[in-house]
Nanobody, 114 residues
């Protein structure tokens, strides 16, 4: 079992920045992929960014060039640095770990508004 806890969400003005943190515990040695998803009101959950254990990454087109996913292997954490935020980035952000199954955090709200 893997437990995930997100932190770092909040209210930010358009053009601002936030950094989300996902802290993993439990059977973390089995994790081979780490990701961030988001779900806006009345929309489906979508993949935002993904990082593999070799540190290669993928991003959705909507965040490419603005968001950066990274990981701290020693601390079993991964991060999502979000820059130049817009109202369209408003959503609940979930961290995700892929091992023998997908694991999810509880979500953290990000609201971009003036």
């Amino acid at each position: 079992q893997v437990q995930l806890v997100e932190s770092g969400g909040g209210l930010v003005q358009p053009g601002g920045s936030l950094r989300l943190t996902c802290a993993a515990s439990g059977s973390t040695a089995s994790i081979y992929g780490m990701a961030w998803y988001r779900q806006a009101p009345e929309k489906q959950r979508e993949l935002v960014a993904f990082i593999r254990i070799d540190s290669s990454t993928n991003y959705s087109d909507s965040v490419k060039g603005r968001f950066t996913i990274s990981r701290n292997k020693a601390r079993n954490r991964w991060y999502l640095q979000m820059n130049n935020l817009t109202a369209e980035d408003t959503a609940v952000y979930y961290c995700n770990a892929q091992s023998t199954r997908h694991y999810w955090g509880q979500g953290t709200q990000v609201t971009v508004s003036s």
